[in-house]
């Protein structure tokens, strides 16, 4: 097995802390949750990997190298983004399967991806062809081409309904997984100052993967951290 645990490990450990109920933040981002027992008990579920069950490798491991394990027979399952679905279709030598990530208390994934912003004092030509721009990207037709040509999911239900979408996921049923999951997805990680906070978080979630700390206590470390940050927009 492998949870990737570097360069933005909150993002795939949400998806073991959603499973067992619990949220990482609230809905105004002025307030985190990191030391919630349900937390601690997901981030030692995840260590438990290695440690007790020994079925994952310990320590950190590296995003950009899981696929290529993966395809090499170096690991049997992976977490990973949905926009890496493309490249294991076109590059695993063998039969593969996707699904939903498990349920403990319940079913849930963070979402993520990119957004498009526009931004203050730009002109209203520049605002005129920003908008333009993000129309037409976002428009079914482009969506589509976009998740045939990475996996990544299409963000607009229309999307699905395109020829070219009803034809690939016909031909290729685990683009649906990831689609049919946003059921039971919940907004990622996002606070006020969310760089410095994050950071703590992934600071904390990185010394008990590596055995520095139990995750009781850097837990609670970051929450009291990110208190002190997030105190002034309650």
């Known amino acids: 097995m492998r949870i990737p645990s570097s360069g933005f490990p909150y993002w795939l450990f949400q998806g073991l802390a959603i499973a067992n109920g619990a949220e990482l933040v609230n809905a105004d981002g002025n307030k985190?949750?990191?030391d919630d027992p349900k937390v601690v008990e997901a981030l030692q579920y995840l260590v438990d990997l290695s440690t007790k069950d020994q079925v994952m490798a310990p320590g950190i491991i590296e995003w950009g190298a899981t696929p290529k394990a993966f395809f090499e027979?170096?690991?049997?399952?992976m977490w990973t983004s949905t926009g890496n679905l493309?490249?294991?279709?076109?590059?695993a030598p063998f039969d593969f399967g996707v699904a939903m990530l498990p349920a403990k208390v319940t079913r849930g994934a963070p979402t993520g991806g990119g957004n498009f912003y526009l931004f203050k004092g730009a002109s209203d030509e520049q605002n005129k062809a920003a908008v333009e721009f993000v129309q037409w990207i976002t428009a079914p037709e482009q969506s589509a081409k976009w998740t045939i040509a990475t996996g990544y999911v299409a963000p607009r239900a229309e999307t699905w309904e395109t020829e070219e979408m009803k034809a690939y996921t016909a031909d290729f049923a685990p683009a649906l997984v990831a689609r049919d999951q946003l059921e039971f997805a919940k907004a990622e990680l996002?606070?006020?100052?969310?760089?410095?906070?994050?950071g703590i978080f992934n600071d904390a979630l990185a010394a008990v993967i590596t055995g520095q700390k139990d995750a009781e206590t850097a837990l609670k470390e970051a929450q009291a951290q990110a208190d002190e940050i997030l105190a002034e927009y309650r």
């Open 32 to 34: 985190t949750n990191f």
């Open 73 to 77: 027979g170096q690991t049997a399952m």
């Open 86 to 91: 493309t490249n294991v279709r076109d590059n």
């Open 190 to 198: 996002s606070t006020y100052q969310n760089q410095r906070v994050t």
